[in-house]
T-cell receptor, first 113, second 116 residues
């Protein structure tokens, strides 16, 4: 069965510092991978996705993620965090041929001024 | 292009009642999926509709049902509401799927259901 693990429930970083949010998945083949962000009271906004090809993908708002097959990971990074990045971040996996997303439990990001 | 819209945004019901939530996908999108988000269980997939047919289903009881209309708009219904059904219900739409029938899902703002 597919599963997604986001080991960090809460992360606090200072504004301007770099950020890495971890995501590990369990799936027999290469899945489709996504990162979404959710602000309080809002729906989910897509940050980036990986379907195939280059394992380093660029997204919106200066985010990037790297797919590492050997580690079953798809970590999200940003070189310099802005106060407006404070939100909850979700990693999601979709198995091949099923338009059905499995989400991690989310990581809440707090940004210190 | 307008995004995914969901109505109503907030709903309060009592145990035993039933509720219907509505979702209008992005124009041109034919797939609509529904998710339940709770603090305890996180985001869980309910079902997906494509061309008026349920194509994928999650592990929810039969009290949860849905349908899709010919214009791709979708409704989900929860009958005999329980306190544990209190949640944010999110709808997501996808363009006609390409490779592997998986495509990016674009989410609406959700309907916050409170069951008293």
């Amino acid at each position: 069965a597919q599963s997604v693990t986001q080991p960090d429930i809460h992360i606090t970083v200072s504004e301007g510092a770099s950020l890495e949010l971890r995501c590990n998945y369990s799936y027999g083949a290469t899945p489709y991978l996504f990162w979404y962000v959710q602000s309080p009271g809002q729906g989910l906004q897509l940050l980036l996705k990986y379907f195939s090809g280059d394992t380093l993908v660029q997204g919106i708002k200066g985010f990037e993620a790297e797919f590492k097959r050997s580690q079953s990971s798809f970590n999200l990074r940003k070189p310099s965090v802005h106060w407006s990045d404070a939100a909850e971040y979700f990693c999601a996996v979709a198995p091949y041929n099923f338009n059905k997303f499995y989400f991690g439990s989310g990581t809440k990001l707090n940004v210190k001024p | 292009k307008a995004g995914v819209t969901q109505t109503p945004r907030y709903l309060i019901k009592t145990r035993g009642q039933q509720v219907t939530l509505s979702c209008s996908p992005i124009s041109g999108h034919r797939s609509v999926s529904w998710y339940q988000q709770t603090p305890g269980q996180g985001l869980q997939f309910l079902f997906e509709y494509f061309s008026e047919t349920q194509r994928n289903k999650g592990n929810f009881p039969g009290r949860f049902s849905g349908r899709q209309f010919s214009n791709s708009r979708s409704e989900m219904n929860v009958s005999t509401l329980e306190l544990g059904d209190s949640a944010l219900y999110l709808c997501a739409s996808s363009l006609t799927p390409g490779t592997g029938n998986v495509d990016t899902q674009y989410f609406g703002p959700g309907t916050r259901l409170t069951v008293l």
